[in-house]
């Protein structure tokens, strides 16, 4: 197992255990603040707490869960240092990286602004469900609450998308 | 413009093309211009910061401002407004106040008034044990 192997101090063991994880660890931490190297850093800080706290995983645990718990605190906490960014700077760090002519703009535009409008939780929630395929269980034990709070945030956040994007409706 | 559904796929989940613009906002923008290198490139950054003592030593232990952080916002809040209150208290406590509270602790009976009383207790005892 990779994550035995890790622990007995086997490095490439645990460059594997990263291989795999990275990109939905990335997706949680993105999540939840919008800001791809806040995210990126936040990812780093994971991984490395994870390391350091091998000896504290529980092999009947998943890996995956275990991490992507480790990352969403260390996003929070990041995410409390950073709530001074106003929305209209949210607005723009969402639509940023995403200026590709060939893309239909104003979608991409709208989504943004509307995502940007959610609150944070929410936001979380409705990615990892919608767009990672998270179960309302793991999104709880990632996000650390109640599966139950998970799915009324969901449809919540759901609903407020819809509201913010009716009139682009096909 | 390209027009979409939000159609009830999964109750009510967002349709295929609004999940995937979604998607789109939250790749990373290297990985989203289709730059093959990202993931192995942040592979090997979080394997630097994972053999890096000065970094690990860092998340050990922690600053006495995030712990600050930690502490819970109602307390302080709750801590504020016992402060306030008790301020604005004294502050509507008028010189009278304070005069009929001394007047009213200066009537009280003095212990050495109740004496008396005690002494013809204890007389009253003494006759009837005397009977």
Do not use: C
């Amino acid at each position: 197992m990779l994550v035995e192997r890790a622990r007995a101090g086997e490095t490439e063991a645990f460059a594997a255990l990263v291989r795999m994880h990275q990109q939905r660890a990335y997706m949680v931490a993105r999540a939840i603040l919008t800001v791809h190297e806040d995210a990126e850093d936040v990812v780093q800080e994971g991984f490395a707490r994870a390391y350091q706290a091998l000896e504290r995983f529980k092999p009947d645990q998943s890996f995956g869960a275990w991490l992507n718990r480790i990352v969403a605190n260390a996003a929070y906490d990041l995410s409390r240092r950073r709530k001074v960014r106003t929305t209209e700077e949210l607005s723009e760090v969402l639509q940023s990286p995403f200026r590709d002519p060939a893309v239909d703009d104003e979608l991409r535009t709208r989504l943004g602004q509307a995502l940007s409008t959610l609150p944070e939780r929410a936001r979380a929630v409705i990615v990892l469900h919608d767009v990672e395929g998270f179960t309302h269980s793991e999104i709880g034990e990632i996000l650390d609450i109640p599966s139950g709070t998970a799915r009324s945030d969901l449809h919540h956040a759901r609903q407020k998308l819809r509201a913010l994007l009716k009139d682009l409706r096909g | 413009m390209k027009k979409f559904f939000l159609t009830k796929t999964d109750g009510d989940a967002l349709d295929a093309t609004l999940a995937s613009e979604v998607r789109r906002i939250y790749t990373p923008p290297a990985a989203a211009r289709g730059d093959q290198g990202y993931w192995p490139s942040l592979e090997q950054r979080i394997m630097a910061r994972v053999a890096d003592p000065v970094f690990l030593a860092s998340l050990e232990s922690p600053r006495w401002w995030n712990v600050l952080e930690g502490w819970s916002r109602a307390g302080l809040l709750a801590a504020g407004v016992a402060l306030a209150v008790s301020a604005a208290l004294l502050q509507n406590q008028t010189p009278d106040d304070s005069g009929m509270e001394y007047e009213a602790v200066a009537s009280m009976p003095a212990l050495e008034a109740l004496a008396p009383a005690v002494d013809q207790r204890d007389a009253v005892m003494t006759y009837v044990l005397a009977r």
